[in-house]
């Protein structure tokens, strides 16, 4: 049997006939950036996030970069992050000047330690930037408090998480500004390039909305500079299609999440850990076990496919080092790198793959 990843192929084909339709719409009115299918795309979202309010961006790179931007955080500044992310989170900082500070994650959510945070702030400390690592909402009430007596902005990295919540409320809405990706692999995945930013604060709002368009408003007057960082409309047409599943999707990713809960019980194999208050999207089903790479090729070798995120935190990335950091720092960021293995999941996935995927590493468990 062969277990990919993930099948693109197959959620493409169930809206086949609705997103051709669509892509034919933006040929034939040839409005290709922004216009209509964008709008109401962003509608569609406002009506999860509300009272926040939601910008079509270009990616969810670039989604963080003028979060950042609209916050003013720039030279000499410093913003506290996990290290166990994929690396646009940091990338973004360094880009506006801007210096990482890592702070550690917890073992079991795999999210920023909220513990940890106080004794890295100092006086350049402009923002903390949690992020909702593979589906799950990091402790935002202690975030936002912390934040809050520091007179600190709080940027959630919500890539993995759009349509997770913590205690009733959503992913992404629960800080300054929340930051979506919907790069194709993604619970809701565009076909190309695309993120959001959403915001509840009316002027941060409208800053953020003139920077997504070269910080012009109108045409030629430019109040700040801003870039382009405006969402094609081929994607909101991918992505206005694709949102009114994505409930049911993530349902089915917890129900298969369950299932491989079950499976591995009484196993070596550490399972993710559903924090209190939160409902977890499984972006990514990540389990830890000491033999990773070995179990890796042993699955390899029976047709089915792993990832590994992250294998090097961000502490240790080669383009970091000019900031000097231990790598010996964050002991817990690194011991998961070494140890954790996502598995298949997605919504077209049969429960006769889960049990296939979970048989085989339960017979690898045995032989070490
Ligand atoms: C945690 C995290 N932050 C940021 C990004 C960047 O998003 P994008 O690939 O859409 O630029 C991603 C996705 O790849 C991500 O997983």
């Given at each position: 049997m062969k277990v990919p990843l993930l099948d693109l192929k197959a959620q493409y084909r169930s809206l086949k006939n609705e997103i051709d339709a669509g892509i034919h719409r933006v040929l034939e009115s040839q409005a290709c950036i922004l216009g209509p299918e964008v709008l109401t795309f962003e509608q569609q979202i406002n009506g999860m996030v509300a009272p926040a309010k939601s910008l079509a961006i270009s990616s969810g790179t670039d989604a963080l970069l003028i979060a950042l931007m609209a916050l003013d955080i720039g030279t000499g500044d410093e913003v506290i992050m996990p290290p166990f992310t994929f690396f646009a989170t940091a990338a973004v900082v360094l880009r506006v000047g801007a210096k990482p500070v890592f702070v550690d994650v917890e073992e079991d959510s795999f999210n920023i330690n909220p513990t940890l945070i106080e004794s890295a702030i100092t006086s350049r400390t402009k923002a903390i930037m949690p992020v909702h690592l593979f589906g799950q909402c990091a402790d935002m009430e202690r975030i936002n408090a912390i934040a809050k007596k520091h007179h600190l902005k709080v940027i959630e990295d919500a890539a993995q998480a759009l349509g997770a919540t913590r205690n009733g409320h959503p992913a992404g809405?629960?800080?300054d500004i929340g930051c979506v990706s919907f790069y194709p692999t993604k619970n809701l995945g565009a076909m190309g390039e695309a993120g959001l930013v959403m915001t509840a604060d009316p002027e941060l709002f409208e800053k953020l909305r003139i920077l997504r368009n070269q910080g012009m408003e109108p045409v030629y007057q430019h109040h700040y500079v801003g870039g382009n960082f405006r969402m094609d409309a081929f994607q909101g047409v991918v992505l206005g299609v694709k949102f009114p599943h994505l409930a049911a999707w993530n349902r089915k990713r917890a129900e298969h999440a369950a299932h491989y809960n079950q499976l591995f019980q009484n196993s070596a194999a550490i399972t993710p850990h559903v924090m209190s208050g939160n409902t977890h999207i499984y972006h990514q089903y990540t389990i830890r076990v000491p033999q990773r790479d070995s179990l890796k090729t042993h699955l390899g070798d029976k047709g089915i496919a792993t990832g590994i995120y992250?294998?090097?935190?961000l502490h240790r990335q080669p383009c970091m080092s000019h900031l000097g950091l231990?790598?010996?720092?964050?002991p817990v960021s690194n011991r998961l790198a070494g140890e954790v293995l996502s598995l298949p999941i997605y919504p077209e996935l049969s429960s006769e793959q889960v049990e296939y995927v979970g048989r085989n590493i339960l017979e690898f468990l045995k032989t070490v």
């Open positions: 809405a629960m800080s992250y294998p090097i935190p231990d790598p010996n720092a964050c």
